[in-house]
């Protein structure tokens, strides 16, 4: 048997702010549950929740943290702002913060680098995800509502346009993308890391598909180490510095992801081998992206 610990790492962010490196994930925590999840998760030692507004569950995650009695401070909350919000970041975030019955966001992101206008849902011709930015920036210098900026899904191309733009001169904090053994971006990584830029991970054990935490060299390291396949992949993403994001609503797994183990040195390697062995596998591809053409 490992040795399983209560995960304790926190990384401060390029603006200094704190972040705790395992947070519970809540995208498509349906209502009914999500609620007890977020409260489970911070009773049981998580100090990190990563929503949205487009997950339609907000108002519940707000019911968890409160019914929780864990203090606001020490939770680090992060929310996100909708493709077809771009044009309205400051209204947008007022509503995730209603709903979420907090006075500010300890992280705001750019969810998608894609401005859709909502009545058409086409991407707008005088508008791109580099102005929205900027509005995020003046909200970030101008109020107490957000404590870090950052961005989600961008590509290397989009992150070095951005921090090209002479009117941006906040760094974003992180990057939240899918990263897992089948998907490392090792381009993105090294980047990131250059500019002092972290890794969100998310969808770290395959989403709901499972193509990830059901992959039989996934579960023999587990078994041997004795410990379960989410164990595994959640402890390769801390220990290769990535924030990391493992959703659940069932409070056994939202108990036994925040344990997690120092990988021995031949069993990090051999997951950082899995990409070469099994190619990637990109679980995330919505309609409205190409990550090739950016
Ligand atoms: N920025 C973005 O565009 C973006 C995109 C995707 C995700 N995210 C964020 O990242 C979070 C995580 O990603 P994700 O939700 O796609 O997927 P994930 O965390 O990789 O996987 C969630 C799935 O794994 C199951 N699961 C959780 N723990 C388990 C365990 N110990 N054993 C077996 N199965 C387990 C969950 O089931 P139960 O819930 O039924 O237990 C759920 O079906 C999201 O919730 C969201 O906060 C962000």
Known sequence: MSNLTKSTTVYTLNNGVKIPALGLGT?????????????IALQA????????????????????????????????????????????????????????????????????????????????????????YKELQKIYKNTKKIRAIGVSNFTPKQIERLLADKDVDVVPVVNQVEAHP????????????????????????????????????????????????AQVLISWNIQRGDVVLP?????ERIQSNLLTVELPKEVFDQLNDLEKKHGTNRTNVPPFFDFDAN
Do not use: C, M
């Open 247 to 251: 959703k659940s609503v069932t409070p």
């Open 45 to 132: 030692g998580y100090r990190h929740i990563d929503g949205a507004a487009i997950y339609g569950n907000e108002e519940e995650v707000g019911n968890g943290i409160v019914e929780s009695k864990v203090p606001r401070d020490e939770i680090f909350l992060t929310t996100k702002l909708w493709n077809t919000k771009h044009k309205e970041v400051e209204k947008a975030l007022d509503e995730s913060l209603q709903r979420l019955k907090v006075d500010y966001v300890d992280l705001y992101l750019i969810h998608w680098p894609v401005a859709q206008d909502p009545k058409t849902e086409k991407e707008y011709p005088d508008w791109d995800y580099l102005d929205t």
């Open 182 to 229: 089948l998907l490392q971006q090792p381009e993105l990584l090294e980047l990131l890391k250059k500019n002092n830029i972290r890794i969100e991970a998310y969808s770290p054990l395959g989403s709901t598909e499972g193509s990830i935490r059901d992959l039989e060299d996934v579960k023999k390291i587990a078994n041997d180490l004795g410990i379960t396949p």
């Open 27 to 39: 995208w498509q925590s349906e209502k009914g549950k999500v609620g007890d999840a977020v409260r």
